[in-house]
């Protein structure tokens, strides 16, 4: 894939973000979820659990009543996409979207621009989109594979949320755990993560361009998904053999299987074991508390 084969100018995207949520906030495209956020330690991780606003949950609410009234027909929001939340075509197979409920500010979709499944394995074309944004952002990627990884749309979509996800704070609450000297030959895991995973390093040199890391992206995913079971053998096929989640910085890649989406009622996505979570009220809270942070990304892992 050459150079070209992005549709932006280099270096444009993060003001076409700012000026399209800018623009779907004016218009009331663009809803974001207000919450407030507390970081709790476990295990030696300083998690960042974010706790919905009251105001944020009544809307929410609102929102859920006007959408069961006027249709139970399941609707596709990417195709067509909102054009108030286009940001840009991001490669010939992609597009952009700014995320309609963000939790974080400049939260993109990187959206298949034909109707894909969310259950599809990630193909070289998902990396290189993602790797274009990844050149202008440093940020965390990430995929929910399937409804039980905590995929709420089922049109395939990667995720990239700026760093750092605590405020002022610590960029991955999870990489206190890694050890950056790892080779990058192989995949590691952590002994202090009590959930099946597999992380590998990238090579500065091999990830040089947005052409070159989506190649070596897709090697590492191929070679992480074996690790923890999910792909027994070199020909994957077209569709996943089991949910897991993906998170991807301009340094490292981690798979984690999953068994079910929550626990407990507590949702876990991606971002969950990248040590950021989000419950709906002081309630919830309180119950994740005593269960423990570690305890529920454990209970939802797993082959």
């Known amino acids: 894939m050459q150079a070209n084969s992005t549709l932006f100018t280099p270096g444009t995207l993060p003001d076409?973000?700012?000026?399209?949520?800018?623009?779907?906030?004016?218009?009331?495209?663009?809803?974001?979820?207000?919450?407030?956020?507390?970081?709790?330690?476990?295990?030696?991780?300083?998690?960042?659990?974010?706790?919905?606003?009251?105001?944020?949950?009544?809307?929410?609410?609102?929102?859920?009543?006007?959408?069961?009234?006027?249709?139970?027909?399941?609707?596709?929001?990417?195709?067509?996409?909102?054009?108030?939340?286009?940001?840009?075509?991001?490669?010939?197979?992609?597009?952009?979207?700014?995320n309609k409920y963000n939790v974080v500010d400049r939260h993109i979709l990187i959206v298949t621009r034909e109707f894909e499944p969310q259950y599809n394995w990630l193909t070289l074309a998902d990396f290189q989109a993602l790797w274009f944004a990844l050149a202008e952002i440093d940020g965390l990627g990430f995929y929910n594979g399937g409804i039980d990884a905590g995929a709420s749309q089922l049109h395939k979509h990667l995720q990239l949320v700026p760093l750092p996800l605590i405020p002022q704070g610590i960029a991955i609450p999870i990489e206190t755990v890694f050890d950056l000297k790892q080779p990058q030959s192989s995949p590691y895991q952590s002994h202090q993560l009590p959930f099946p995973h597999a992380i590998s390093f990238f090579d500065p040199q091999t990830v040089n361009s947005p052409e070159n890391a989506a190649q070596v992206s897709l090697n590492h995913y191929h070679q992480l998904l074996r690790h923890v079971g999910r792909l027994e053998q070199d020909?994957?096929?077209?569709?996943?053999?089991?949910?897991?989640?993906?998170?991807?910085?301009?340094?490292?890649?981690?798979?984690i299987p999953r068994s079910q989406d929550s626990w407990h009622s507590i949702s876990v996505n991606s971002l969950g074991f990248a040590g950021a979570l989000l419950v709906r009220d002081a309630q919830q809270l309180a119950e994740l508390k005593m269960l423990g942070l570690m305890n529920l990304l454990q209970q939802v892992s797993g082959l």
């Open 235 to 255: 020909n994957p096929g077209i569709q996943q053999t089991g949910a897991y989640n993906l998170l991807i910085t301009r340094r490292w890649m981690m798979v």
């Open 16 to 98: 076409r973000i700012s000026q399209q949520t800018q623009y779907a906030l004016r218009c009331g495209a663009l809803h974001p979820i207000l919450t407030d956020y507390e970081i709790i330690e476990d295990q030696g991780i300083p998690f960042l659990v974010r706790i919905i606003s009251n105001l944020a949950r009544k809307e929410a609410q609102k929102r859920q009543q006007q959408s069961s009234s006027e249709s139970s027909k399941p609707v596709n929001p990417f195709l067509p996409c909102d054009r108030n939340l286009f940001v840009s075509d991001i490669s010939p197979t992609h597009h952009c979207l700014l």
